[in-house]
């Protein structure tokens, strides 16, 4: 049944038409949805290539691709899907069209730079894009060196440009963030109203603005060494191919935090709104993110244990591990503690969420494995390592995008999406995530090494079972992807609240008008009031 | 939050012209010292230079001197980064060689 359209209300949407209201925009929203458009295109080139990977795996010769190939399909994939998808996912999507609504801001602090940020990420993966047709690059994403600056005859500089734009690309939406949210709360939004989502963006923005430049400054010397042949990191010049290391990790340690704490936003978000109640301890999830966005910068070297790196160096970076662990497990029990006595409903956003706790929970104890020197020497650059990453980006950063997705697709879009099939797909990635990435833990802890596409026959049986579950779950993102455009036309029409929420985002209409608000929204309850708001419903009731 | 009074401390242009000249003679310091054989010393030296230079850059022709304390904050939050990256590098860099390197 086609439902008609609220074509009454001016909004975002219908404010403006053609091709040039869009590439122009200066509207938060907009430019979320250019980001929008943006990542899913890179999310399935990276799919495609994690098909090409999983299929060459089924059989234990190397018997689809040669070894070449299959380093750049792994590079790709990852290159796709770090620096074009996860990284932008949540902040340039979820949080530029919501940041500013949630602290009631008609818009960033710098609506122009955040026009540019889309363009640079444009920029940015046309040059990587070009790279992946023109012949594709085989350093793995980590670049590392003497290979990339000698030995590689791939599109490394191609590759590197695209990521080296992209970054400020992530530079400036961090630095937007952080002045929209210092100087642009609504009145009455005070530090500590503020949704635990913006503190988690706020965090990542911090982790953007310092960790970034320095990827820069590492590329630039990559780029310097390989075509001016600079001693930077090559022995027989001066240099020291472990500095590559020290630097690509100062940045590329916070950036799995780039792609979590977002998420963890998210997941705070949902758990409140779908148990009915404020976060428990509220303050501590809130500095929980500042903390991990700090600590996050002082373990880099856990990626080095066997890289020549001191072992003093590696006792230091072990011992400083494990200190992130503790503000993420205050998230984990603040969340668990927030459902106790909740009134808790199981719609899409809040499985996605319970998804998020379990994986992103398996993800970080695995990563307490890897922090231990002697046991990261057993299952290094192993499938232990790739299980456990695709455990925190995927089953974390992934889960926590998918279900701000679902949660905020009726205020972005003014519809609803169908709950009996999301909830389907919700369960369908769930059981497909862990049929992946669950048998490849066996795997690397048996000794399989990652990045090899030919290996011994007694390790087919889990790799057959990693990729039909890599099936079952690609079948779980296609679900929603369907579903999604029918919504657009043929979903309920969505309510200004669908979910009975307390944040500012849902005191505005469905779609929100162009300037967010109709009037500048005054700010009097703390944040995830459901106690002042379920009194007043029963005194209204 | 901007500070109305960030506006009113530009510095004359007398003043820019002073530390333009005084990056150009550092530069020419940096370049003259690296022609004398000073051992590690050269290395310290290019980098003290490199470190004024710096300042004067931040403090003079970004207005650091007269920003409000949020904007210092920035500044020094850059600075502890760079800390940070430099000390925990060094963890590695000044401790390598006291286990030596098997075989050798």
Do not use: C
Request: aromatic share 16%.
């Amino acid at each position: 049944m086609i439902t008609a359209a609220p074509q009454e209300r001016e909004h975002y949407l219908n404010a403006s038409h053609g091709l040039k209201s869009w590439l122009l925009t200066k509207d938060h929203k907009r430019i979320g949805l250019l980001y929008l458009a943006t990542i899913t295109l890179f999310f399935f080139i990276g799919g495609a290539f994690a098909t090409l990977i999983r299929v060459e795996l089924l059989t234990p010769q190397g018997n689809l691709v040669s070894s070449e190939t299959y380093n750049k399909l792994f590079t790709m994939h990852a290159v796709s899907m770090i620096f074009f998808f996860l990284i932008p996912s949540i902040p340039a999507v979820l949080g530029n069209f919501f940041l500013p609504i949630m602290i009631g801001a008609r818009d960033l602090a710098f609506p122009r730079l955040n026009l540019l940020s889309w363009y640079l990420l444009v920029i940015g993966g046309a040059f990587s894009l070009f790279a992946m047709i023109a012949g594709g690059v085989d350093t793995g994403w980590t670049f590392y060196t003497p290979y990339s600056t000698t030995y590689s005859n791939s599109w490394v500089i191609a590759t590197a440009l695209g990521i080296f734009i992209a970054g400020f690309s992530s530079i400036l939406t961090g630095l937007n963030f952080i002045v929209t949210v210092h100087t642009m709360r609504a009145p009455g939004m005070t530090w500590f109203r503020m949704p635990l989502f913006v503190w988690a963006n706020y965090a990542t923005s911090l982790i953007q603005v310092l960790g970034t430049p320095v990827l820069a400054v590492t590329i630039v010397l990559l780029f310097l060494e390989r075509v001016f042949h600079l001693g930077i990191f090559d022995p027989a010049r001066g240099g020291d191919p472990v500095l590559f290391q020290h630097l690509f990790w100062f940045y590329s340690h916070p950036a799995v935090y780039i792609m979590v704490l977002p998420s963890m936003g998210v997941v705070s978000e949902i758990i409140s709104t779908f148990s009915r109640k404020a976060i428990f301890g509220y303050a501590f999830v809130a500095f929980s993110s500042v903390a991990i966005a700090v600590l996050g910068f002082l373990v880099w070297g856990h990626h080095m244990f066997v890289s020549g790196q001191s072992l003093y160096a590696g006792m230091v970076f072990s011992f400083l591990s494990y200190f992130v662990a503790i503000p993420s497990a205050i998230k984990v029990f603040n969340w668990t503690a927030t459902l106790y006595k909740g009134s808790i409903s199981f719609q899409t956003p809040m499985l996605y969420a319970f998804g998020f706790i379990g994986l992103f929970t398996v993800g970080g104890l695995t990563g307490l494995f890897l922090a231990a020197l002697g046991m990261d020497i057993h299952v290094t650059d192993t499938y232990f390592v790739v299980a456990h990453f695709h455990y925190i980006m995927v089953g974390g950063a992934l889960m926590g995008y998918l279900g701000g997705m679902h949660f905020w697709w009726p205020k972005i879009t003014g519809r609803m999406y169908p709950e009996g099939w999301a909830k389907l797909s919700a369960l369908v990635i769930f059981l497909g995530f862990n049929l992946t990435f669950f048998p490849q833990f066996i795997l690397g802890y048996l000794g399989m090494p990652r990045r090899y596409h030919v290996y011994p026959a007694e390790f087919q049986v889990l790799n057959v079972l990693s990729t039909a579950g890599a099936s079952v779950l690609a079948v779980g993102y296609v679900i929603p992807m369907i579903y999604f455009i029918w919504s657009l036309r043929y979903g309920k029409v969505a309510s200004a609240n669908p979910w009975g929420a307390t944040g500012l985002e849902w005191k505005t209409s469905s779609p929100p008008p162009v300037h967010n608000f109709e009037e500048t929204p005054v700010v009097t309850h703390e944040a995830y009031d459901y106690a002042s708001l379920m009194a007043e419903e029963v005194e209204v009731g | 939050m901007s500070d109305p009074h960030e506006q009113t401390h530009i510095d004359s242009v007398g003043s820019y012209v002073k530390i333009l000249l005084a990056l150009l003679v550092a530069t020419g310091v940096t370049t003259a010292v690296a022609r004398l054989d000073l051992g590690a010393f050269n290395t310290v030296v290019a980098l003290s230079i490199a470190s004024v230079k710096m300042l004067l850059v931040a403090l003079f022709f970004m207005h650091i001197r007269h920003s409000n304390k949020l904007t210092k904050l920035v500044v020094a939050g850059g600075l502890l980064w760079l800390a940070i990256l430099l000390l925990l590098t060094m963890t590695d860099f000044a401790t390598r060689g006291i286990l030596g390197v098997p075989g050798k």
